[in-house]
């Protein structure tokens, strides 16, 4: 049986079945792997092209400069990087209380390999790769339509606000451990380095 997605590290973290037949013009076959150093020239490219702009590809050199970056996966076809996703450390801050979780993105596909299933392979194994590691609670600042197909919903629902003045609906949280966010709400903080993307 063929592997649809593969981790590395010599153990395998996720196993699919290969893509149905009839799906196969839409679905991409890559392989997971945490990133490594001599791939940081092909994540900058991935961010540049999918966004448009340096911004995001500057964010996650200063992130990853600073050590910052709990989480780094690239998607590699062909030994080529077309997709990236990282997770960093906020925290939620009311009045009374300080607590830790964890921030997705950027994240970002290669525009050809768009639209292929890869976002959704890096989100995925991103997020069981930080359930396995513990944490509890992660936001993100993003399309609804797609983030909201993982299980994130509105922060608005949950007593979260982002520190950014961003509109309400492309804010959103999820749990990775049930009741995690129970009475509990406040203001995100990003790493220092969001404020300049
Ligand atoms: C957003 C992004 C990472 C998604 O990656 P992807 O590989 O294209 O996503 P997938 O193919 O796994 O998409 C899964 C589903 O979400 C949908 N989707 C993908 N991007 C979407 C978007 N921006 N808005 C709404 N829906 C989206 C797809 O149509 C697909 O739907 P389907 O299963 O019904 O066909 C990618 O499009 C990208 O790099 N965009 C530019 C950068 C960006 O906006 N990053 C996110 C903010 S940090």
């Known amino acids: 049986m063929e592997l649809a997605l593969r981790y590395t590290q010599g153990r395998p973290f996720e196993r699919l079945r290969a893509a149905d037949p009839r799906r196969s013009a839409y679905k991409v076959m890559v392989a997971i792997h945490h990133e490594r150093p001599e791939d940081a020239h092909a994540i900058r490219f991935v961010l540049e092209e999918a966004f448009r702009q340096s911004n995001e590809a500057d964010l996650v050199d ?32 009311s009045a009374d209380s300080s607590f830790n979780a964890i921030g997705l993105g950027p994240m970002a596909v290669l525009p050809p390999y768009q639209r292929k299933g890869i976002g959704s392979q890096l989100v995925r194994i991103g997020l069981e790769q930080c359930r396995q590691a513990g944490h509890a609670i992660v936001v993100v600042l993003g399309p609804p339509d797609f983030y909201g197909r993982f299980g994130f919903v509105p922060t608005r629902h949950r007593g979260i606000q982002c520190e950014f003045d961003v509109p309400d609906d492309v804010f959103m949280v999820m749990e990775l451990r049930q009741g995690a966010l129970a009475g509990r709400g406040g203001v995100v903080k990003y790493q220092p380095e969001f404020k300049s993307v």
Do not use: K, Q
Request: zero cysteines; hydrophobic letters at 50%.
């Open 62 to 93: 200063a992130l990853r400069r600073r050590g910052a970056l709990t989480l780094s996966l690239v998607a590699l076809r062909d030994n080529e990087v077309v997709g990236h996703i990282v997770f960093s450390p906020v925290t939620i801050e």
